[in-house]
């Protein structure tokens, strides 16, 4: 028989909209500051990790934690794949519990400020990078400058010869001109 039904409940839901519940919660998120135990955001909910008769009266609030909405729904259900949106195993959620709990407290302890070690192969590898990028823009820099150049060349050739072109152009029509004045006169003389 499930425990809530020993508190004289008829559904679990009776007992979460029970007027003990509302007190047990309350105790679970003055036990964890308001905070979810996995990010420290607000907790807005409280994971029951047993439904043990001493959990359900609120005498033993150990395997009661306080979590934020989106931490457990991540382990009460399935996230991804074709599963998603179903309710996980009891056994696979306390599982994963473990493993978020066990992460945050791993970030915890390398928090710690990272010094930078002179020579380090990591810092070498950036300022590498710097000075490749550095030389990459300068390099494309001149490369441009010399495309204007050699642009502007291009451009100062073709007027030159439309200019030459022109002249070769006058110089002939002066000489058809002149020959047909001649022609033009000779008939006449």
Known sequence: MYSFKKLGYDNYQEHLDSPLWAR???RV???YGGKCAVCKKKAQQVHHRSYALKVMKGSDIEPLIALCTKHHHEIEFITVG????QKRKKGK???ILDRLLKNETKKKKNKKPKQKVKGSKKSERKKRNKREIKEKRRVGKEKRKIERAIKKEQEEKRRAER???GKTVSKRLREVKERMADIHFSKYL
């Open 93 to 95: 959620v306390n599982k």
């Open 24 to 26: 047990i919660r309350k």
């Open 82 to 85: 074709k599963k998603k949106g």
């Open 29 to 31: 998120f003055v036990k």
């Open 163 to 165: 200019i030459e072109r």
